[in-house]
């Protein structure tokens, strides 16, 4: 990844009336990655990427992108940003290919209308209208305005919304071919399970304030949640001492002998020494680790997922 600062805020805060939506980040974001935004709705997740667009002014601190300040440098910002909206109202009148060509016309330079729409799978619908799209195909559409420019960096508010399995992979597709070129993407996301998979970096935003900022796998490996694991062996099994080394056991599943463990890398070892001691071939072991969503219900607690302030 680049050493190049592409996004920082310092004590960034935004307040609407007595609501607080952002209590004083202060983040830094490189250049060359895929950083996501997770929180509940009315995290303030969609006024902070609102704010880095430009769309939103901060009641205090200080936001730079792309070394530009977004609420006094909008149009030369713009030149280098690319936007998707959480919701955007489309000309009804225009064809998909007619849409990208409206906004490419917007730009000094951009991409060829045809290989945006071969990007986000829309080349059969190019002449027809895009009131008349699906919804998922309609969020493709606003993905596709948002590369027409090949802007350096992207921002995404929840774009897989609406999307089947499989627009949703070709999408992410999408998002990491702009990795590849060096390009920055920023997503919202309601999909724990797409940040774990997609993002390089994941930040966790619980009202207004950053709960988590890690890797997925530095993350998921501060959670206090317990493994599991399976072991099915060859004969008569003796767990004592898997239980000395912590392990607490959980009964039969079939052939497999079920445990809980906080401590997987002790357990295999237990484990190793067991089967030596007592005669015993390791027929199959299963082990499921916790996961990026339990980190995340583990930091939100009881934070309703609907509290009314989806805008925020």
Same mark, same amino acid.
């Given at each position: ?18 609501t ?49 300040n ?5 149009k030369a ?8 909206l ?50 998922? %195909?309609?969020? $493709? @559409? ?9 802007? /350096?960096? +992207?921002? *995404? ?11 949703r ?56 949640e ?51 001691? %007592?005669?015993? $071939? @390791? ?9 990026? /969503?339990? +980190?995340? *219900? ?6 309703p ?8």
């Amino acid at each position: 990844m680049a050493d190049t600062l592409i996004i920082q805020t310092r004590g960034l805060r935004k307040e609407y009336g007595s609501t607080v939506a952002l209590q004083g980040l202060d983040i830094e974001i490189e250049a060359g990655g895929i950083v996501g935004i997770l929180g509940p709705n009315g995290a303030g997740k969609t006024t902070f990427v609102e704010t880095l667009e430009g769309l939103r002014k901060p009641t205090s601190g200080s936001v730079t992108v792309l070394g530009m300040n977004p609420a006094t440098q909008g149009k030369a910002l713009r030149e280098r940003l690319g936007v998707q909206l959480q919701k955007t109202a489309l000309p009804t009148e225009l064809t998909v290919r007619e849409m990208l060509d409206l906004f490419a016309s917007f730009y000094d330079s951009a991409l060829p209308s045809d290989s945006i729409l071969e990007k986000v799978d829309l080349l059969p619908q190019a002449r027809q209208k895009a009131a008349t799209l699906s919804g998922g %195909q309609q969020q $493709r @559409l606003v993905v596709g305005i948002a590369l027409i420019h090949d802007p /350096e960096l +992207v921002i *995404l508010d929840e774009p897989t919304t609406g999307l089947d399995p499989k627009a949703r992979r070709d999408l992410h597709g999408v998002i990491r071919e702009l990795r590849e070129r060096g390009r920055t993407t920023l997503l919202t996301t309601h999909y724990i399970e797409e940040a774990e998979h997609l993002c390089d970096r994941v930040i966790m935003i619980r009202d207004g304030e950053i709960v988590a900022d890690g890797t997925p796998f530095d993350l998921v490996g501060q959670s206090s949640e317990s493994s599991t694991i399976w072991i099915q062996v060859d004969g008569p099994m003796d767990p004592a001492p898997l239980i000395a080394a912590g392990v607490e056991p959980l009964g039969q599943e079939g052939e497999h002998h079920k445990f809980t463990t906080t401590d997987p890398t002790a357990t295999i070892l237990a484990l190793g020494d067991m089967l030596r001691s %007592q005669g015993l $071939r @390791l027929e199959d072991l299963r082990l499921k680790r916790p996961t990026l /969503e339990d +980190v995340y *219900l583990e930091l939100m607690g009881d934070v309703p997922e609907d509290r009314g302030e989806v805008s925020l």
